[in-house]
Nanobody, 122 residues
Framework: VQLQACGGGLVQAGGSLRLSCAAS????????MGWFRQAPGKEREFVAA????????YYGDSVKGRFTISRDNAKNTVYLQADSLKPEDTAVYYC????????????????WGQGTLVTVSS
């Protein structure tokens, strides 16, 4: 399975973006999926995660109430709806897949996409 993230761009503070992560291969539904982000000079940060069935979701404290993770296993795609964006949300956003359970720890994810840049202007 390979992951391809897209949907990043430049947006003003208060705006919205919808990130998508499309997976190739027929085993996407086996993976718990997560979104992480990394801002320049900072460590990678957990954003959100969703179980393989979509029945459970988890969010980092900094995005809770503003971002929504979802997935469509029929389309092999996981989404991140980012609303009420703030300048501090500026980062490269990565999608990742885990076969060992959903987690906020990047070490649980063995499959990573290439990242998509989100820039939020003030």
């Amino acid at each position: 399975v390979q992951l391809q993230a897209c949907g990043g761009g430049l947006v003003q503070a208060g705006g919205s973006l919808r990130l998508s992560c499309a997976a190739s291969g027929r085993t996407f539904s086996n993976y718990d999926m997560g979104w992480f982000r990394q801002a320049p000079g900072k460590e990678r940060e957990f954003v959100a995660a969703i179980s393989w069935s979509g029945s459970a979701t988890y969010y980092g404290d900094s995005v809770k109430g503003r971002f929504t993770i979802s997935r469509d296993n029929a389309k092999n795609t996981v989404y991140l709806q980012a609303d009420s964006l703030k300048p501090e949300d500026t980062a490269v956003y990565y999608c990742a897949g885990s076969l060992v359970g959903v987690s906020s720890s990047s070490g649980h994810y063995g499959l990573w996409g290439q990242g998509t840049l989100v820039t939020v202007s003030s």
